[in-house]
């Protein structure tokens, strides 16, 4: 079931479409908060901090920023955290990013098993 999912395809998308600039660490997570895949080290801080975000209140495309951290919601079950060199390139990657999410279309994949995923 979960082989089905491609994460590590969905990083790549998310690496690809933040520009030109590589990320530190990219992090998929649903709507509860579980990390489905990560690249790199997201600091523990930053999750947490991102954990107290209700994934409900925002919309595809919206994003939390922290630092050099930024937390996109990608579809309405679904979210990735990207964490960039610094703050500016964070600010200009989750702007890229949010131009590009038509381009994440394997996370509606992924937003179809959420809810089955014990």
Do not use: C
């Amino acid at each position: 079931m979960a082989a089905d999912i491609p994460i590590d395809e969905m990083i790549k998308l998310i690496e690809i479409n933040v520009g030109n600039w590589k990320p530190v660490a990219v992090a998929i997570i649903d709507k509860n908060f579980r990390i489905w895949g990560m690249r790199g080290n997201v600091p523990q801080k930053v999750l947490d901090l991102f954990a107290n975000q209700s994934l409900e209140e925002i919309r595809p495309g919206d994003s939390i920023h922290y630092d050099n951290t930024f937390l996109m919601k990608v579809t309405e079950k679904t979210a990735a955290i990207v964490s960039m060199g610094d703050v500016r390139l964070s600010i200009l990657a989750s702007a890229n990013l949010r131009g590009r999410i038509n381009a994440l279309s394997d996370f509606y994949r992924l937003e179809k098993f959420v809810d089955d995923f014990k």
